[in-house]
């Protein structure tokens, strides 16, 4: 796929953009931590920290993915002259900064003792990532299927 004479990354499978379909698994995993956490603080740990802890690991990984793919269809607008790139760049700000939290969560997660306290600064980050990935894909919806 060359274009200009430069290589360019796939944006699309079997006719279909990744990126839409993509950010469905970080979204999914990511959304269900604090559930997770809560019940995790509520029975003191038990099972559900490993889960929550899973669940980020998840969204983590795939959440690399759902970037990768996004930066491409940034690119691809700024380059068409598209009027969506300031809101597909509020998308990606909110998006990738969730990814940052997730990421040293999951690190400062995984390394420290699992207690009450940190069970709760989990919870606390997990619940204000999630509002900050909820504004995000409401701006990547806008981008998707129509402008302000």
């Known amino acids: 796929m060359k274009e200009g004479g430069t290589m360019r990354w796939p944006r699309h499978f079997l006719g279909l953009p990744l990126h839409p379909m993509l950010v469905h698994f970080p979204l999914v995993f990511w959304l ?7 019940l995790a603080l509520w029975s003191v740990a038990g099972p559900w920290w490993g889960l929550a802890l899973g669940a980020s690991l998840a969204g983590v990984l ?20 598209s009027n969506d790139v300031r809101l597909a760049a509020r998308h990606g700000v909110r998006t990738t900064l969730v990814w940052c939290a997730m990421t040293v969560k999951l690190a400062v997660a995984s390394l420290a003792d699992t207690s009450a306290v940190l069970i709760l600064g989990c919870l606390v980050t997990d619940v204000l990532a999630c509002a900050l990935l909820l504004q995000g894909a409401f701006f990547g919806t806008k981008v998707t299927y129509g402008g302000y």
């Open 32 to 38: 269900s931590v604090p559930l997770f956490d809560g």
């Open 62 to 81: 795939t959440g690399v993915l759902a970037l990768m793919t996004g930066l491409m269809e940034y690119i691809h607008l700024s380059e068409t002259g």
